[in-house]
Structure formats: structure tokens, C-alpha cells
């Protein structure tokens, strides 16, 4: 139809240039390219009418699972460096310690590597999407393109802070770093502009709102404003932080076990220290992010929280308990050999707790994993008098698995705060006193969170997620705020009776930070396919439906093998990048590192001792250790 | 060799790779790569071996209103409408709900005359709407109707009649829809919903 009346409007105008000089030329030119002209429109119609394109052999919604699962690590990498990075300079301009400084700067140079290249992926991401999935591009574009504006202007604001903050970081020193500090905090400031505006669009995907009449702002903010928009903006700010400190972590690690000198293994131990500390510190409010998560997955769809948690989802959260078991495991056991190597004759005294600890995240970890339903014979489901086992089935219930999450957070922030006790004698006159009360709130917190759970399966499902769980993580959050002034105030007036030893770690706490990064990533792996799948077979839940070849959710051996490859993709992309970066130190090694040898030796003034990994002798104002 | 199984070897080749390196290769980097590949390889493996379900999409029902000869069919193709094309659980609830942002629907169908109805889905903005189930000034919903016979929900005629039949049936009211009106709006032809399971089906993938 459209054609035929192209041809018509072309016909009524031949006439008008009959008179021109030429006329001649025109017509010839016109006829000649008529064909073209009105087959273009024809493609032009079918281009509009593509809903879905494929990429041969390995398929489009593959690559775009691979393009997306790279852009979103490295984004989570690139928008968590920045939070630490600017705390940690901070902390050093505070207590004028420049190894914080310096520590700093390094960071924000893998930072600046990396940005770049998350780039790079977000744009062919965004170029595989449009071509890949046009019906569904068109309607999100229709829906959210006054956030698109603010997205680019929030990405120009970033870039151009970053470049400031980063090649200015020389030039702002002295009485110019409170403007170096500010501009770090635009830098977090815009980075989680950047995080939230995508969020919204992915979160409206799995909990759209219905959209009404309004100018096309008011009908973005209103898409924006769905459900689950706030509850995945807190768990990735927190889980990018995780991220960011663990891959640091990472890094410091294969640059510990790759150190030829005495100074380079002082200086990558205790970054490897503080990227643990970062990524522990973010690990333990986490849970509860995701336990906000869950519960507004379910309060908007219950049908979407059953095919999560009891679906055929369901053996994806023993995987992830694994995965976040593994996790707990490794930080707890790259703080225990901070104990044993780093404080000389620590090992002996802290045996016995060490080992309690190692116990109950055993027996935590093996609770937390107990599926609900077990995989059985006839014969052997009439053994066990159902597919419920009568003592194991029992574990399989959530009110045992928040217990346990809880109490594995808790056997996690005690370890740390072990590690910051080891090696010092408390000199305060109400030390003992205040150790008697945390002695007390721990016992107490302890029991209480077995208690809340043993009950919880005698009430009423709601009152058990609405209380007894909260109250659960209220205790424990309780006891991370109480705990953590206190001992800093008793760290602060602390007697150092042993010197802590940076460099002496074995080669394998390397490999557990190494271990901490790769469980990190699987897990952000895993639940974002949780995440996706529970859209099922909806591009936009419940109001765009996913007609394409690819509509149904792989089974979780196959997603698992796509979320290792991912993985190990990303990897051999950091360390590619890495390498990239810090090329240029080799050539500048000689001062710059005696510089970096020499101030990791150095802890003044008691500020933030559990950063720094120690705390300093009474009166001495520098410490060699 | 089904795709387990392929996935299964390629776990124990990449695991058995991972040793190799870590049994016979001496520089620390590819040692870290060694050990990085036995992790991932283990990881898949053991997600290998946990109940493989794939979620498989339910089929798309096609109704042929000419095939109605009922007001209960009519329903019927309603309340499925309901629950998908129309979007209307994303909003209401049907009976109490902490969650919904939009009136409870239970009953209403008894409440509003089908005229009214019919008014509300297309002209929603025809009448203030305010939340009076609280003490104090009522308040607007968090959400607002959006027009349901237009983009991007758009509905058509015999769709909006189907759902004002369905609701009238759910709030026990005798439906006053009529099989005919509905038929000559649309002049026959087909109707294509959604299903109404939202869930999708499940299959073992061994």
C-alpha cells in the first residue's frame, strides 16, 4: 500500500518538473531510481515488523547472556573501586598516613584501566540488544527515553570527574586535597546515578508497574518507581563493594605470589589484607539486602518468589549456598593465617577458638545446604517415609537457613574481630569489664538467634518472615555495631605485645584470595540468572511476552557451564587489564617502590587500626615491624 | 550422548586440565589459571549433578469467538485475560492484598453497573478515583489506570466485554454480557491470549 502510493505522489509531481531545463534528466533519474526507492520502503516496513534477529551457531540470546554478564562485572567493579578507593584516601588524608594515599591511587589506577573497557562492553551490549531484540528495544526506549538523556549526561559527568580525579591526583595535594576528596565524592555520586538509571530498566522488566497517560518524564519516573527498583539498587551497591574489594583482594594475591622482592610481598600482603577486610566488611550486610530483595519479589508476584524459591529455581539456592559457604570459609580462613603468620605465636593461643569457628560454619554450611526435598526412588522415599528426610528434611526449611546465614555472619565478624585483637593487650581500666560484656551479648545474641529459629517452626509462616527473621538480623546487626566502637576503643589505648609480620604469608593465601574473587563472581553469576529466570518466559513480566526460540530458561547444569566460562572470561579480561595498567610500573619500579616498601612499616597515631592490621605500642609514634 | 553428559566431560577435561597445570607447570601465573579452571570446572560439575529442570514456556491459546456460545465461555476467555493480555493482576487483587497499588476487584463486577465498567477500562480518567479504606484525607493510588483499550495494553472490544463478563461471574452476579453483541463487534475471528499460567511448565533436561 505504501508503495503503490509513493508511486502515485511521484506520479502527481512529474508534471511540476516538466518545464525545467532538467526536466530530461530528472525524469531519467527518477525512473531509474524508483525501484530502489520504493523497495527501500518495502524494507524499511519488514525492518519494522522484525521482532527478533539470531546469531548462527551459538545463538543470539547466548551472546548477549556473555556481552551483559562482562559489561555487568566489570561495571560492578568499576562503580565499587570508587566507594573504597575515595574512603581509603579519606582515611589517609585523616590520619596522614600516605601509605592509605598511595593505596588509594591504586586502586583508582585499576579503576581507570577498567572503566574503558566496561565501556567498550556497555556499547556493544547496547548494539547486539537493538539489532538482536528490536521489539523489545523499541518498546523500553518508548517507555524510558527521557532516563536515556539523563544516563548520558550522568556517564559524561562520570567520565569527566574521573579523568579530573584521576590525572589530578598528583596536582590536588596539600591544602588542595579537601577539593581532591570532593571530587570523589561527585565520582560516587554519579557512579550511583549510573547504577540506579540502568537498574530501573532491568527492574522493570521483572516487576513492571502499568503505565497510564502522562508526558513521557512522568510515565519514565513512574516505570522507574517499580517494586524492586530500590531493594536490587542496595543489594548492588553492597554486592559491587564485595566485588570491587575482593578482586582487589585478587589482585594483591597473584601479585603476592608473583613478588620477587622483599618489599613487593610487605606491600601486596597488606593489600591483599585490606581487599579481604573490604570485601568481608561489604559480605556481611549482604544477606540481609538480599533477604529485603526476596521479600518485595514476593509482596509484588508471589507466583514469581514460589518459581525463585520452590520452582524449579529451587536447587539454584543450594548452589548458592555453596558458593556464599565457600566464600565465608575462605575470608575466615585468609583471617586465621593473618593470625598464625602475621603475629608470630598467635597460632597457639587462638587454636581452640579457631577451630570452634571452623566447626559451627561446618555445621552451618552443611544446614544451609540441606535441600527441602531430596531426589529419591520409590523404595527409598517409603524408607524414609516421604520425600522428606525425617532429621535432614528438617534443615531444609528457611527458618534453619537464616539461623544459620545468621550465625555464619556472626562466626565471621567475630574472626574479625579476633584478628584485630591478636598480638595486643587491652590496657583500659574497664576493659574487662567490656569485654565481659560482649562475652555476654555474644552468648546471648547467639542463643537467641537458634532460639527465634527453632520456634519459627511453630508459627505461622508470615509471622515468621515478618518477625522472627528480622528480629534475627536485628540481633546480629546489633552485636556488628556494638562490638566494632567498642573494641576500637579498647584497641586505641592497646598494648602491642607482638609485632605484626607483613610478607610472611604462605603462597596459599594467595590462592584463597584468588579463591574469595572467583566465588564472588559465580555468585553475581548465578543469581543474575536466578534473577532473569524468574521472568520466565516474559521479556517484561506479565506484559511483553518472550515469543522468540529462546523463550525458555536453560536447565542449571547448563547455566551453570555458562556461568563458568563467563567467569573465567572475565578473569583473563582483568588480568589482561591489570596488566595493561601497571606495565608502566616496572619501568618506574626502583623509587617508587622503596617508597611503597617503606610505608607499610609505618602505623601512627591509633587511627583506624583495623584497616591498617595493628595497633600501635603506647608512646611510640612510628612502629617498625 | 545427551547434553548432560557433554557438559559433564567438559567439566572433567577442563578439572583434569587444571591439575596438569598445577602438577606440571611451574610459573605462578598459570598455576593461579590452573587453579581458577579446577574451580569452575568443579562448580558446573556439581551443578551438573543436582535435578536439571529447564522452564519450558506454556503454549499460546487461541480462542475462536465464533466458537462462544455461552456467557460462561465468555467468562472464561476473561478471566484469562485477566491474568495476562490485560495486565489487570499486575495492579488488582482479587480479595485482600497487602501488596496491591489498586482497588480489590472482589465483588465488583455485583457493585458497577457493566456500563460503568466499560466506562472505567476506557476512560479512566472520567472520574476521580481516590483510596478511601484508611481513616483521614483519601488518597490517590500509587498507581493509575491506564487506558486499556489503548497502547501499549489495547484490548479490543470483545476483549473488554470477555473481562467485565468474567468479573461479573466472579462476584456471582448473573452475566449480562451478550454472546451476540460481543459476536457482531467483532464480525467473528480470533482472539489470541496468552495463558494464563504465568509459571510456565517444567521438564527434565537429562
Request: with cysteine; proline share 4%.
Amino acid at each position: 500500500m505504501k508503495s503503490r502510493g509513493t508511486v502515485e505522489n511521484l506520479q502527481s509531481w512529474l508534471p511540476k518538473v516538466k518545464h525545467s531545463s532538467l526536466s530530461g534528466w530528472s525524469v531519467f533519474w527518477v525512473l531509474l531510481l524508483l525501484p530502489a526507492f520504493v523497495w527501500a520502503q518495502d524494507a524499511a516496513t519488514q525492518a519494522m515488523s522484525v521482532e527478533y534477529r539470531d546469531i548462527p551457531w551459538i545463538g543470539s540470546r547466548n551472546l548477549v547472556w556473555i556481552v551483559a554478564q562482562q559489561h555487568l562485572l566489570l561495571a560492578g567493579f568499576v562503580l565499587g573501586v570508587p566507594i573504597f578507593a575515595w574512603i581509603c584516601e579519606i582515611v589517609g588524608w585523616r590520619s596522614k598516613e600516605p601509605r592509605y594515599d598511595k593505596l588509594a591511587k591504586e586502586f583508582t589506577k585499576l579503576l581507570t584501566s577498567a572503566y574503558a573497557t566496561t565501556a567498550l562492553f556497555g556499547g556493544i551490549l547496547l548494539f547486539l540488544l537493538i539489532g538482536l531484540y528490536p521489539k523489545l528495544m523499541a518498546y523500553l526506549s518508548d517507555v524510558f527515553f527521557p532516563s536515556f538523556i539523563a544516563y548520558c549526561i550522568l556517564f559524561l559527568l562520570e567520565t569527566a570527574t574521573l579523568y579530573i580525579y584521576w590525572y589530578g591526583w598528583d596536582a590536588l595535594q596539600g591544602n588542595k586535597k579537601g577539593l581532591h576528596i570532593f571530587l570523589g565524592f561527585l565520582l560516587n555520586l554519579f557512579a550511583l546515578g549510573i547504577m540506579i538509571v540502568p537498574n530501573s530498566w532491568a527492574t522493570f522488566q521483572a516487576s513492571p508497574v502499568v503505565l497510564g497517560d502522562g508526558t513521557a518524564i512522568e510515565r519514565a519516573w513512574t516505570a522507574m518507581q517499580n517494586p524492586t527498583w530500590w531493594p536490587v539498587n542496595i543489594h548492588r551497591l553492597i554486592a559491587n563493594v564485595v566485588l570491587g574489594g575482593f578482586i582487589c583482594g585478587a589482585y594483591a594475591g597473584v601479585r603476592y605470589l608473583l613478588a620477587q622482592t622483599k618489599e613487593e610481598k610487605d606491600h601486596y600482603d597488606w593489600m591483599g589484607y585490606v581487599g579481604n577486610f573490604i570485601g568481608v566488611f561489604g559480605m556481611l550486610p549482604l544477606p540481609f539486602a538480599g533477604y529485603w530483595l526476596m521479600r518485595e519479589v514476593y509482596q509484588y508476584n508471589q507466583q514469581m518468589g514460589i518459581t525463585l524459591m520452590g520452582g524449579f529455581l529451587a536447587w539454584l539456592f543450594i548452589l548458592q549456598a555453596m558458593l556464599i559457604g565457600v566464600l565465608f570459609l575462605g575470608a575466615n580462613y585468609y583471617f586465621w593465617m593473618g593470625i598464625a603468620y602475621r603475629i608470630p605465636g598467635s597460632a597457639q593461643s587462638y587454636k581452640r577458638p579457631i577451630l570452634a569457628m571452623l566447626v559451627v560454619l561446618m555445621v552451618c554450611l552443611g544446614v544451609w545446604m540441606t535441600p527441602h526435598s531430596l531426589v529419591a526412588s520409590l523404595a527409598e522415599a517409603q524408607l524414609m517415609g516421604g520425600t522428606h528426610h525425617p532429621l535432614l528434611g528438617v534443615f531444609g526449611v528457611m527458618s534453619a537457613k537464616m539461623t544459620v546465614s545468621n550465625l555464619m555472619i556472626l562466626v565471621t565478624f567475630m574472626s574479625f574481630i579476633m584478628y584485630w585483637r591478636a598480638g595486643k593487650q587491652e590496657t583500659a581500666a574497664w576493659a574487662k569489664v567490656a569485654k565481659a560484656v560482649m562475652g555476654a551479648l555474644l552468648a546471648i545474641g547467639g542463643i537467641a538467634v537458634v532460639v527465634l529459629g527453632v520456634w519459627g517452626y511453630f508459627v505461622p509462616a508470615i509471622i515468621r518472615i515478618n518477625y522472627f527473621s528480622v528480629a534475627q538480623v536485628l540481633i546480629v546487626l546489633f552485636i556488628m555495631v556494638t562490638f566494632t566502637p567498642l573494641t576500637a576503643l579498647l584497641m586505641k589505648s592497646a598494648k602491642t605485645t607482638t609485632e605484626m609480620v607483613w610478607g610472611q604469608m604462605p603462597i596459599r593465601a594467595g590462592y584463597a584470595l584468588v579463591l574469595n574473587a572467583v566465588m564472588v563472581i559465580l555468585l553475581m553469576s548465578l543469581m543474575g540468572y536466578a534473577r532473569s529466570s524468574s521472568r520466565v518466559h516474559w521479556h517484561i513480566y506479565g506484559v511483553m511476552r518472550d515469543t522468540s526460540e529462546y523463550a525458555y530458561s536453560p536447565a542449571l547444569g547448563y547455566a551453570a557451564a555458562f556461568m563458568s566460562l563467563n567467569t573465567f572470561l572475565f578473569c583473563l579480561l582483568v588480568s589482561f587489564i591489570f596488566w595493561v595498567a601497571t606495565m608502566g610500573d616496572k619501568v618506574k619500579k626502583g623509587p617508587e617502590q622503596g617508597q611503597a616498601a617503606e610505608d607499610p612499616t609505618k602505623i601512627s597515631g591509633g587511627v583506624t587500626p583495623a584497616m591498617a592490621g595493628g595497633a600501635p605500642r603506647v608512646g611510640e609514634e612510628t612502629l617498625k615491624i | 550422548m545427551s547434553e548432560v553428559a557433554l557438559l559433564q566431560l567438559i567439566g572433567l577435561i577442563v578439572v583434569g586440565l587444571g591439575v596438569f597445570i598445577l602438577l606440571f607447570i611451574k610459573g605462578k601465573f598459570l598455576r593461579v589459571v590452573g587453579f581458577v579452571i579446577i574451580v569452575l570446572g568443579g562448580f558446573s560439575l556439581i551443578a551438573l549433578s543436582v535435578p536439571q529442570m529447564a522452564s519450558l514456556p506454556p503454549a499460546i491459546e487461541t480462542f475462536d469467538i465464533t466458537k462462544v456460545k455461552t456467557a460462561d465461555d465468555l467468562a472464561s476467555i476473561g478471566q484469562k485475560i485477566f491474568f495476562s493480555k490485560g495486565q489487570c493482576a499486575l495492579c488488582h487483587s482479587i480479595g485482600p492484598s497487602e501488596s496491591s497499588r489498586c482497588p480489590d476487584l472482589n465483588g465488583i463486577g455485583a457493585k458497577l453497573a457493566p456500563e460503568f465498567i466499560y466506562e472505567s477500562l476506557t476512560q479512566p480518567q472520567a472520574y476521580i478515583y481516590l483510596d478511601f479504606r484508611h481513616g483521614g484525607v483519601p488518597e490517590e493510588y500509587p498507581a493509575r489506570m491506564p487506558y486499556i483499550n489503548k497502547n501499549p495494553i489495547a484490548l479490543s472490544e470483545q476483549e473488554i466485554y470477555s473481562v467485565i463478563a468474567f468479573l461479573q461471574k466472579m462476584s456471582g452476579e448473573p452475566i449480562s454480557i451478550k454472546v451476540e453483541d460481543v459476536l457482531r463487534e467483532s464480525g467473528g475471528g480470533e482472539m489470541k491470549v496468552a495463558s494464563v499460567a504465568v509459571h510456565g511448565t517444567s521438564s527434565t533436561n537429562d
